[in-house]
């Protein structure tokens, strides 16, 4: 049975727009991105290992707009639109909760983050292992 609604978490790595473009060219449904901003006096933040500072928070949510407003015109050269949202926490977990208070069907998302350093290798790929394991829908890795 197709999906009526899939969501793609975005971490502005080239994995996570493949599966952008690959959730626009397979599915002809409602798509939803989402850019989870890790708290950065979390485990799962760069914030977890560097000192925190509202100048780095900052920097987070720009970053996070951009990698949605990058998402907007790949959807928009593919000739569709996608609902967008920026929520903060545990990056696994927000995504779960997403899919289960949005009526998602199907997850795409790429296997790990992009070329930023290690650790962020590291952390993103434990996020997909994290949402294969406790999604309550299909969902796609893109590798």
Do not use: W
């Amino acid at each position: 049975m197709a999906p009526e609604h899939v969501l793609v978490p975005l971490d502005g790595s080239p994995l996570a727009d493949e599966a952008l473009v690959h959730a626009l060219d397979t599915f002809d449904c409602r798509v939803s991105v989402l850019n989870v901003v890790a708290p950065l006096d979390s485990g799962m933040s760069e914030g977890g290992v560097l000192e925190p500072g509202e100048e780095r928070q900052t920097e987070a949510t720009v970053r996070a707009e951009a990698v949605i407003e990058r998402a907007k015109r790949r959807a928009e050269e593919a000739g569709r639109e996608v609902e967008t949202a920026v929520e903060t926490g545990d990056p696994a977990e927000t995504i779960v909760e997403y899919v289960e208070n949005h009526d998602v069907d199907q997850v795409v998302m790429g296997g790990h983050g992009g070329s930023r350093n290690e650790l962020a290798r590291r952390l993103l790929g434990t996020v997909s292992t994290a949402v294969v394991s406790e999604a309550p829908v299909t969902v796609t890795v893109v590798r």
